[in-house]
């Protein structure tokens, strides 16, 4: 089959995630980068176009103009992956499916609840498909903790623990010229979030899809440690869950000693799962009255949807850009059920505007409750 022509808002030299989307995207020979506006700098656009390859006809300086150019191009692109930050993302998204083209769009979907909504309205009006790259979906061992939860493996859920610690803004380093921190710790970039919404959401989503739970309520304290930071860098978020599950969120990007600590405990009437991302090939069971087991990526017992994400076999290490590489390599099988008129299977699939919705409520809701000193607030179900 023909490789899915691919388009890049954002990623220009320098950026990390533009990257990491590049790399996914081309793992599993689904996507061939084919334009792109890399960079709101003219120059720094079309130097970054050139150094990977795009040729001067199809390196844009700006997004609005690629997406009028590619629609009317035979052989313009399918698909755009936006890779800017958080306060681009609606304009940006919302031009390219209105010119027919999927989006791949990294998380969160927007700064608010209404600009996710809109998306989510302009994507079911084109009918193409709005991705959101909660790519820790793409881990093999958590598709596998999912399917024991759905299952009924670890019985009834009363307990969910999920955590995201970070320590690269454990110091004012966005006045100090780094340009990622400058646009993270920005509210008005930011909707007012930092760590909560830069890889809290991303907790909350982890805990969401394991668990296949729906949040009713939570009451959050956000904490701006660093004297001087205008949005949070610590959020401890008490969680209460449908059918009575109570939760756990911690998200820091202060916490020293800590590079990318993502990891989900799983708590039901009947045994317990733990998945630390440090080590994504291994997933602790435990079983009321039995040894704890470790499963592992590729061994014995592994379900159907954790087969479908292993590339490799057992023993051969899996890990990041791997599992973000199968939530591309699933966008392009929608991508092409939907060219073909086919059906597709959303069991254990990527996050879609529903997704991006749930995680923008989730962000509003502790926000809201934050503000009003740790308040329960209850949290709006996407629809």
Request: charge should be negative; include cysteine; proline fraction near 3%.
């Amino acid at each position: 089959m023909a490789k899915i022509r691919l388009g890049m808002v954002g990623g220009g030299q320098g950026g990390f995630i533009g990257a990491v989307h590049r790399i996914a995207a081309r793992l599993d020979d689904e996507f061939e980068l084919v334009a792109g506006a890399l960079s709101s700098d003219p120059i720094r656009a079309l130097d970054s176009a050139n150094s990977i390859g795009i040729v001067e006809a199809r390196a844009y300086t700006s997004y609005q103009r690629m997406a009028e150019t590619e629609a009317k191009r035979s052989d313009g692109i399918e698909a755009v992956a936006i890779v800017t930050p958080n306060d681009s993302h609606a304009d940006i998204a919302t031009i390219f499916l209105n010119h027919g083209i999927h989006v791949i769009c990294d998380k969160p979907l927007a700064v608010s609840v209404e600009q996710a909504r809109m998306l989510g309205a302009a994507a079911a009006k084109s009918g193409k498909i709005l991705a959101v790259t909660y790519n820790y979906r793409g881990y093999p061992l958590i598709r596998q903790a999912r399917a024991m939860c759905v299952s009924r493996e670890i019985g009834k859920i009363r307990i969910v623990e999920v955590e995201y610690l970070q320590d690269w803004l454990a110091e004012r380093i966005e006045i100090g010229g780094s340009k990622g921190a400058q646009w993270r710790t920005d509210p008005e970039r930011t909707g007012g979030a930092g760590a909560i919404g830069d890889i809290g959401v991303h907790a909350f989503d982890l805990a969401r899809y394991v668990t296949g739970l729906r949040l009713d309520a939570l009451s959050a304290e956000l904490t701006s440690f660093v004297p001087g930071r205008r949005v949070d860098d610590d959020a401890r978020v008490l969680l209460r869950f449908e059918d009575g599950a109570k939760g756990l969120l911690w998200a820091s990007q202060v916490a020293i000693g800590n590079e990318n600590g993502l990891a989900i405990r799983v708590y039901g009437d009947r045994g317990g799962l733990e998945w630390h991302q440090s080590e994504p090939n291994e997933l602790w069971y435990s079983q009321l009255g039995s040894p704890t087991q470790k499963l592992t990526r590729g061994g014995p017992g592994i379900s159907v949807a954790a087969g479908q994400a292993t590339r490799l076999p057992a023993g051969h290490p899996e890990g990041y850009l791997e599992a973000f590489a199968f939530i591309y390599k699933e966008v392009a099988a929608a991508i092409r059920a939907s060219q073909n008129a086919t059906d597709r299977n959303d069991e254990s699939s990527f996050a879609m505007a529903i997704d991006g919705i749930a995680g923008l409520n989730f962000i509003q809701a502790a926000l809201l409750s934050s503000a009003g000193g740790g308040v329960w607030q209850a949290v709006e179900k996407p629809s």
